[in-house]
């Protein structure tokens, strides 16, 4: 028979070990907040998309110089056109 104090000893070894390689154990909570703000960080992205007319005030017409047009504007991922 083991006292009491043995088996906590026992009991904090096996506790202690952790994993053979050294790694670290990644909570529930610490995934739920990393796929939190990683939703965050796309939501926020995808906010600040730009919905931009082609042509700007003057359209999708003839005669208009649609190169100068896209050389005056900034165009990010997720830009609608």
Request: proline share 0%; with cysteine; net charge negative.
């Amino acid at each position: 028979c083991q006292s009491k104090r043995e088996r906590e000893r026992e009991m904090g070894d096996q506790q202690g070990r952790g994993s053979a390689g050294g790694g670290r154990i990644v909570s529930v909570q610490q995934r739920l907040l990393l796929a939190f703000c990683m939703t965050v960080q796309c939501c926020a992205l995808l906010a600040s998309a730009a919905t931009l007319t082609v042509g700007g005030s003057e359209g999708w017409d003839v005669g208009v110089d649609y190169s100068a047009w896209a050389a005056s504007q900034t165009f990010a991922a997720g830009d609608v056109l």
